[in-house]
């Protein structure tokens, strides 16, 4: 607040018709020594409005009874005639009543005639121009004030001590979604929805009380729909409540969205470790079953315990397939692939899939372009989204699947973070079932969701599809609602390179045996002997060691010549990889293939096979093992 200092004289306008009090006010303020006025004097109202218009003046003294105007009425006049000035009215003896209402109705002060003191008349003046200049300070702070309030990024939500909303600023508008006007009509406790309202009023009750707190809560919009915002909530020292509210609906998606990333994450690490030495002990049971029922006489009734045995090895390595693949740790053998070919080709087996009640219809774009992705893992997205659209439709209904060649723009990449602008070729699955609702579909990508009653579903369909796709550097998305069907939808980027051919069915009618010499590296202590054994009853002979080292030696020791080294490609003390590298000096002409069941090894990068290498992925059968070596010995070299 500034104050008038006494260097600097106080200009008066004086409007007083009456020549005698005129003068005895200029002479009482020429007595005044410690403070210097300018007086300037007129006598009618409609003057001093004229010379007020023209500039201001620090105080104008006004005499009520004028020429031109009486009373309460001369006051109303000249304040608005002067808004900016501060105005003491002069009365008469009999009427302080009136000067009272003057200054009920702004004026600053008042002084009735034949009481007037120099000293006196000196201070009314002093402090009603202080007094303006204070008014107007503090107009200024509110202003000051407002314009924070009104640019500050948090909602400001003032109520009263019941939580009825007394001032609020744009920013709380826009939040709520309700105008200034609806707002002021509600109470903090109109802003919660339905079920949070009486932990609304215990918290009014607490902030009310003093005791202040921050804290998360969920905020209804107008439109109905649910924000998650923090408050910051306050008594104010006039007993109003003060909240600060802040959006933090995004921050909180982001959080869930990397919480659930770490849970998968970690599943995905636990999976791929256990699914690792898994696959050694489902290749030995795969391969002692095979050896014993050979053992056995035909018709023999073991045979049959022997099936079953084959069969839930086969349902414990689909099983195994799947967590590799929905933590990203399948090893992946990518081609260039048509999608039109691939849905095609499996079409009779979805037919059957899906069962007489649900029609398949496909609406394959003839220009759809390729990708580069493993079919077979493709399919078996293919097949985990038509699986679970028939089960949606259990007592029929259509299914569609199409592919299309989509280009995703940068806004859609932005709306649909994390994807990359750029082309590709889209997969969808679409069925007419019961669709989801938002809390299922939230969560139908994590490992073990399901709604399914149990022994129907393992809640890995999804994560697995999601975990081929992301695997494959694409997308996957979903569109569905309650009793309005479900709508997949696949990107897998799009490539300029014509497709290789599926592969065709396996001619099991050509001979599988040999006389060739197999180097055989394999660390698993069960797996070793197996390996070996299966591969002489085949007719090779077969030379083996534990490690890279063991193998290295045994090839040097070795005179002949060695026609094919099969290799674990995880092994202590050098992997399979390192080893054929080492072999491929002194025999260049040692064919290769390598053994794994896992991403986290040296042919794998990014979770795809290099190029050109012969790969046989754990667990693998006996007839799988006597197939993949023919094939790798019967390739032309190139
Ligand atoms: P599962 O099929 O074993 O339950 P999934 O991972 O394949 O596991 O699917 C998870 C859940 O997602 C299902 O239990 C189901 O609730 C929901 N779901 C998946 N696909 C559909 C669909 N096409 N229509 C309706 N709900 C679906
Ligand atoms: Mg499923």
Redesign the pocket.
């Known amino acids: 607040m500034t104050t008038a200092t006494a260097a600097s004289p106080i200009t008066v306008l004086l409007v007083e018709d009456n020549p005698g009090d005129a003068r005895l006010i200029l002479e009482l303020l020429g007595e005044v020594q410690t403070q210097a006025f300018d007086l300037e004097r007129v006598e009618r109202l409609d003057h001093a409005l004229t010379r007020l218009s023209r500039t201001g003046v620090d105080v104008v003294l006004l005499d009520l009874g004028l020429p031109d105007s009486q009373g309460l009425e001369t006051f109303m006049r000249a304040r608005r005639g002067a808004p900016d000035e501060p105005i003491v009215v002069i009365s008469g003896l009999d009427d302080e009543r009136l000067a009272l209402e003057a200054v009920r109705s702004g004026a600053q002060d008042y002084l009735v005639k034949g009481r007037i003191e120099g000293h006196l008349l000196a201070r009314v003046l002093r402090y009603a121009v202080e007094r303006k200049r204070g008014e107007e300070a503090l107009r200024a702070s509110e202003a000051h004030h407002r314009t924070i309030l009104e640019n500050i990024g948090d909602a400001v939500f003032i109520a009263d001590p019941q939580g009825r909303y007394l001032d609020v600023n744009p920013r709380a508008c826009e939040l709520t979604g309700y105008s200034r006007d609806e707002l002021l009509q509600l109470t903090v406790s109109d802003t919660y929805p339905a079920q949070d309202r009486d932990a609304a009023a215990l918290r009014i009750v607490d902030v009310a009380g003093g005791r202040a707190a921050v804290t998360e809560r969920p905020l209804l919009r107008k439109d109905g729909a649910i924000l998650v915002v923090e408050s910051n909530a306050r008594r104010l020292p006039d007993g109003r409540l003060l909240g600060a509210v802040r959006d933090i609906t995004e921050r909180k998606r982001l959080e869930e969205q990397l919480r659930q990333a770490q849970k998968m994450e970690a599943v995905g690490r636990l999976a791929g470790g256990v699914a690792h030495d898994f696959n050694n002990v489902l290749t030995a049971i795969f391969g002692y079953a095979d050896l014993l029922n050979e053992e056995l006489p035909e018709g023999h009734q073991a045979r049959q315990d022997l099936d079953e045995i084959r069969k839930a090895a086969q349902r414990a390595s689909s099983l195994t397939r799947q967590l590799l693949a929905f933590s990203r740790q399948q090893v992946l053998q990518p081609m260039v692939l048509s999608l039109n070919d691939l849905v095609e080709d499996i079409q009779n087996m979805l037919v059957r899939l899906i069962g007489e009640d649900v029609q398949l219809r496909l609406g394959l774009s003839p220009s759809a372009g390729n990708v580069r992705a493993d079919a077979g893992q493709i399919q078996q997205v293919l097949m ?2 038509v ?3 028939r ?2 439709m259990p007592t029929g209904g259509k299914l569609l699947v199409e592919t299309a060649n989509t280009e995703l723009t940068e806004q859609y990449a932005e709306a649909h973070q994390p994807v990359a602008p750029g082309a590709y070729v889209m997969l969808a ?1 679409s ?1 007419t ?4 609702d938002a809390e ?1 579909k939230a ?5 073990f ?4 009653e149990k022994g ?10 999601y975990g081929i796709v992301k695997q494959s550097g694409g997308y996957v998305w ?1 569109y ?1 609602e309650p009793g309005r ?2 709508t ?1 939808k696949i990107y897998l980027p799009r490539v300029d390179e014509p497709a290789e051919p599926l592969a065709p069915p396996q001619r099991e009618a050509r001979t599988l045996t040999g006389t060739e010499i197999i180097l055989l590296a394999e660390d698993d202590e069960m797996l070793r002997p197996l390996s070996k054994g299966l591969l002489e009853r085949l007719g090779y002979r077969v030379l083996e060691a534990e490690n890279a080292i063991r193998a290295l030696a045994l090839a040097d020791a070795h005179a002949g010549p060695i026609h094919l080294l099969v290799a674990d490609v995880v092994m202590p003390g050098g992997s399979g990889r390192e080893l054929a590298r080492r072999l491929a000096h002194s025999r260049p002409d040692t064919r290769v293939l390598y053994v794994s069941g896992y991403t986290d090894d040296a042919i794998v990068h990014h979770g795809m096979l290099e190029p050109g290498l012969n790969f046989l992925q754990k667990p693998f059968t006996p007839a799988a093992l006597a197939r993949k070596v023919r094939d790798v010995l019967d390739a032309p070299l190139t």
Not at 443 to 447: D, G, T
Not at 456 to 465: C, D, E
């Open positions: 985990n989204l699986v679970n659209a089960d949606a699955v069925d079932g019961s669709g989801m299922t969560r139908i990508f994590e490992p969701f399901t709604t399914k129907r579903g393992t809640g890995l369909g999804l994560s697995t599809v979903v569905s069907g479900t997949f």
